[in-house]
């Protein structure tokens, strides 16, 4: 059943990634994102319906535009393909964690719970190409994750009669906010407000899926983190003072502490015998 439902989410994935090509283009540019409709960049010719089937058709024109032979980007395929692993990842992860039988309030819990995630997928997609393209995470995509997470996650808890999620959402949310906004002002440029306020973001999702997540998920962040700026310098890439951007590897670290964070925590603490 499990992989049912993650084949099902994950052609939901592709259709999800194909709107966030145009998220990760128009929002930095401060365009909109529903007009005019997607058109081919070199001669402006309107992407037919039947040439915007997510991956598919990249394949069929051999990634060129059907008007004017220009090429087009494999990122774009790469996105949807990439999304709709994504989306089938998490997909499986939530049924897996499913205890059965199951009630309709925890049904519905286990719904709200997937959605959220979901959300938090697709906007994890589009805030690292951002900020790898741009070296910003735009407002207009992590502000209203506060009020979304935060209407899901706390539906989901209280159906599932575990309000206790809701102070450690919020314990994880004003954690990592703070965290991150004190290396900011110690550190001006090192660490940008974007970056701050999408820790806060990360650390309520993190603290509502409980504590190993969230400990694990911030210290990932700076591990990976750490690990690929090292790799950079050591092959001459980057230098102590190069901008690198930051956000990928917060997500990045936020998702390993989603998927594996109480296994993670628990094996670490079991080193010591306090597991």
């Given at each position: ?120 997928a ?68 090192g660490m940008?407000l ?38 950079l ?43």
């Amino acid at each position: 059943m499990s992989s049912v439902i993650a084949v099902v989410f994950g052609l939901l994935g592709a259709l999800i990634g194909s709107f966030l090509n145009v998220v990760i283009y128009r929002v930095p540019a401060n365009k909109s994102i529903v007009s005019p409709p997607s058109a081919c960049g070199s001669c402006g010719a309107r992407i037919r319906p039947w040439d915007n089937i997510p991956i598919v058709s990249w394949l069929v024109l051999r990634g060129r535009c059907r008007d004017c032979g220009a090429h087009i980007s494999a990122r774009y395929p790469a996105v949807e393909l990439g999304t709709a692993l994504f989306f089938a990842g998490v997909a499986w992860w939530v049924a897996a964690t499913a205890t059965l039988p199951l009630t309709t309030p925890d049904l519905l819990a286990l719904i709200l719970m997937a959605v959220a995630l979901l959300y938090l997928a697709s906007i994890s997609v589009a805030l690292a190409l951002i900020d790898l393209d741009t070296h910003t995470l735009p407002n207009a995509i992590v502000l209203p994750a506060y009020l979304v997470g935060g209407v899901l996650l706390a539906a989901s808890a209280l159906l599932a009669g575990e309000p206790g999620r809701l102070l450690s959402a919020g314990i994880g949310g004003g954690g990592l906010f703070g965290l991150y906004l004190v290396l900011a002002l110690v550190r001006p440029g090192g660490m940008g407000l974007g970056d701050v306020k999408l820790a806060g973001v990360l650390g309520l999702f993190l603290g509502w899926l409980g504590w190993g997540a969230l400990f694990v998920g911030a210290f990932g962040a700076f591990l990976l983190g750490g690990v690929f700026g090292t790799i950079l310098m050591l092959f001459g890439k980057a230098g102590r003072k190069s901008s690198i951007p930051f956000g990928p590897w917060m997500l990045m670290g936020a998702w390993v502490g989603i998927f594996a964070g109480d296994q993670l925590a628990t094996s670490y603490l079991g080193l010591f015998g306090l597991a």
